[in-house]
């Protein structure tokens, strides 16, 4: 008879995020520790301290939420350190898959579009311009919800991605379809 699993942590989910928004070169120094701080070291620090118990336990996922803000510019709102906090994110998150693959720990980057979250409702304010802006760069036009996306049904967000699910060393992250992956130089046979 196998044995019952033991207790221990699985997963890490790498969502805490505090970030400020601002043009260069009006972007404050504080601004820019306090993004820094919220979106790049809060996650760096809760997979360091989860690694032992995860390695401990044989393995496990560290689920880190990046955004489209870490691969592409956005004119609006202004976004230099939220931008570069959230590459670092999706940097990161590649090194700990490298590091964690010979222990069993996969890193998995979410980068989601934009969400209408209390505190971004109470930051845009009544400002319809604004609200206009960010969505018009979106293909469903609209602001994410956050009840959405715990709900049985987030796949309604998704539109225009295609995912690749064959495990690689370089990025599979989601790319808008149309556009063609750089060949590889070695090259892993998909499955028909």
Known sequence: MPSPPTAGLDVVY???????????PDFSIDDWRATITGDLDIPFFVSKFAWPHL???????IINVASVSGMIAQETPPMVAHAAAKAGVIAMTRQLA???ARFG?????ISPGPFLTPASDRDLGDNQAVRDAITRKTLLKRFGQPGRLRSSRPSSLL?????????TTRSTAAR????????????IPENP
């Open 98 to 100: 490298l590091e964690g």
């Open 105 to 109: 720990i996969r890193a998995v980057a």
């Open 176 to 187: 808008p379809l149309g556009r063609a992956l750089p060949p590889s130089p070695n090259p």
């Open 159 to 167: 539109t225009g991605r295609l995912t690749s699910q064959a495990p």
């Open 14 to 24: 790498n969502n805490a995020a505090i970030q400020y928004f601002g043009p260069m």
């Open 55 to 61: 390695v401990r336990r044989g393995g496990g996922v």
